[in-house]
């Protein structure tokens, strides 16, 4: 597998930056090669925030900001109206969302030039886990369609970071898994 | 075995503090060094690390108190970065002055003004001369295995002198990524007890950092700047040791595709991995291109540096820090004064970028390469030259 990028865009204090370290650390228990980081500087809760995402078979030397993502993941909508996010989205790149709206809907936004995916995320997490948080559900939305390491994986990295409340979060990045619409799938 | 694990680079620095066993830590917390105070304050509370944690209102008291600690003989720790350095300086001179064997990690940043937290070389720079051992980690193993390092050398009864460790503060103190961290045995083994020889202690009363009147000064600036330089000895020493008992092997100077290459980068620190990109991007062009590593920066490497460039055309220097008005970035015009009585010497190109948390990526070494060689064909009428700003 050469180097997968993916880069997520949320809100200080929603948890991208956590989804992308949990993701390299199932990666690395794996004996593949990951870097996650947070898009640097003072945190901020509420502010447009990115988080960075590489795994791949070989080493990851290069240490600068995704600016070409394979992937991008998006866990807040309304940052559509702030945020470019598909700058420098590849050409058969694929934008994974979390929307209320359709396939069609979204499609015909933000669906230029690449493909895209959508789950509703919020209505999952609030029901699996009680919370509207979206991040550890986005997980197994991006796993389904960059297969960047096996859902199970994410199993110790998730109790380890969660403890008990855990297996909401098992429970809400399965679900996300199975209920993501993806484009020409 | 040595376990691999996923990590944050400041992460690898407290683990590796832990496992030395660390008996003091006095630390003020600042970004980009936070989270390896943070996990250090987080050891000594849950009882996993069997130290004293002080928390201290500054970094010049932080410093202070390390000095204390290291002069009763503990094994000390801290860390900074960029602000925080800047506010020790005063003291960091005392403590090598002293012969204090306190080890610091410092997260590189930018200094202010305009206010920036994000990552460059102006602090480290700043105290090049504060006689301490400095050294540049290039990722999170790297960060890892040089405190252990540091500890083991500064604490050597030849040296005694404090060790800094640079990670350049967000491309490496927040990335999380593998590494293969020590086990407490190989720790034990590579890492003897601290016997500081004349530690203070009541029943044996010593004058630590004496008056100095202009009689005895120069003097014991001879005698710290001889005993600095016999360093040199245990430094290489303790990284053959390292070798030994961890197969990871490092050296003074470090090199990549640099053998046959005309044109040499050099870099330090974590955008050493980014440059060999590119190198290895231009070898595909057939541009005999290569990258110089500088691991050591105090004492400075001259030998070795000497040797590994000698046969280049031109040496294309990235610093990531400016000397205002000056000959050049400051490991610039170290390498060019390094160089000027050699007769096989490249031309030396000084440019200066990544400033402030400036973005680095193997395309802007690539164009570092080729503007390098066009200064050093057709010359320039500044010293140095500012790369990727704006119009």
């Keep these: ?185 | 075995m040595a376990k691999k694990v996923g990590m944050e680079g400041s992460l690898a620095v407290s683990e590796a503090v832990k496992l030395a066993n660390t008996d003091v830590v006095a630390a003020y917390p600042i970004t980009p060094q936070t989270h390896i105070v943070e996990s250090l304050a987080e050891m000594v509370a849950n009882g996993d690390l069997d130290a004293e944690y002080i928390p201290v209102e500054s970094e010049h008291s932080a410093m202070s108190a390390c000095l204390g600690s290291s002069a009763v003989g503990a094994r000390t720790f801290t860390a900074t970065a960029g602000q925080g350095l800047e506010l020790m300086h005063e003291v960091l001179y005392v403590a090598s002055s002293m012969r204090l064997p306190i080890v610091m990690a410092v997260a590189n940043r930018a200094l202010s003004s305009p206010l920036s937290v994000w990552g460059d070389h102006s602090d480290v720079m700043a105290v090049r001369d504060c006689g301490w051992i400095q050294v540049f980690a290039e990722n999170a193993q790297e960060a890892h295995d040089l405190v252990l390092w540091a500890f083991r050398v500064g604490e050597d009864t030849n040296v005694l002198f404090p060790v800094m460790v640079n990670i350049d503060g967000f491309n490496l103190s927040h990335v999380t990524e593998p590494l293969l961290l020590m086990e407490q045995a190989d720790v034990d083994k590579y890492l003897p007890v601290n016997k500081y020889p004349l530690p203070l202690h009541p029943d044996k009363p010593v004058t630590m950092g004496a008056f100095g009147p202009p009689f005895i000064y120069t003097e014991a600036k001879k005698a710290q700047e001889v005993a600095f330089q016999n360093t040199k000895e245990t430094i290489l020493k303790g990284w053959d040791e390292f070798e030994k008992v961890f197969g990871r092997r490092y050296s003074p100077i470090e090199t990549y595709q640099a053998d046959d290459a005309e044109t040499l980068l050099l870099t330090m620190g974590s955008l050493s991995e980014t440059a060999s990109l590119a190198v290895d991007n231009m070898r595909e062009q057939g541009k005999k291109v290569g990258l110089v590593k500088i691991r050591l920066w105090r004492p400075f490497p001259f030998e070795e540096f000497r040797k590994t460039v000698k046969n280049a055309n031109v040496l294309v220097v990235l610093d990531r820090c400016l000397s205002f008005g000056g000959p050049g970035g400051p490991v610039a015009s170290e390498v060019r004064s390094a160089l000027y009585d050699q007769a096989n010497r490249p031309k030396v190109v000084s440019l200066i970028g990544g400033l402030g948390g400036r973005d680095v990526t193997p395309q802007n070494f690539e164009y570092m390469v080729d503007r390098g060689l066009e200064i050093a064909e057709k010359g320039s009428d500044s010293e140095y030259e500012m790369i990727g700003v704006r119009k």
């Excluded at chain 1, 029901?127 to 199993?155: F, H, Y």
């Design chain 1, 1 to 185: 597998m050469p180097i997968t990028e993916v880069r997520w865009h949320g809100r200080g204090g929603q948890g991208a930056v956590t989804s992308t370290e949990l993701i390299a650390l199932a990666a690395i228990n794996k004996e593949k090669y990951a870097q996650s980081f947070p898009s640097f500087g003072p945190e901020r809760r509420g502010a447009p925030v990115q988080a960075f995402l590489r795994v791949g078979d070989e080493p990851i030397r290069v240490r600068s900001e995704i600016t070409e993502p394979d992937v991008v993941v998006v866990l807040n909508p309304d940052l559509f109206e702030s945020v470019d996010v598909t700058s420098g989205l590849k050409e058969n790149g694929i934008l994974v969302i979390n929307t209320r709206k359709s396939l069609e809907e979204v499609k015909a936004t933000y669906g230029k030039g690449h493909r895209v995916a959508i789950v509703n995320a919020m209505k999952i997490a609030r029901e699996s886990i009680g919370l509207p948080i979206t991040n550890t559900t986005m997980m197994g939305a991006l796993l389904k369609v960059a297969p960047l390491v096996e859902l199970d994986d994410m199993i110790g990295p998730l109790e380890h970071r969660f403890g008990k409340v855990a297996e909401k979060n098992i429970t809400a990045m399965k679900r996300a898994y199975q209920e993501i619409v993806v484009e020409g799938q």
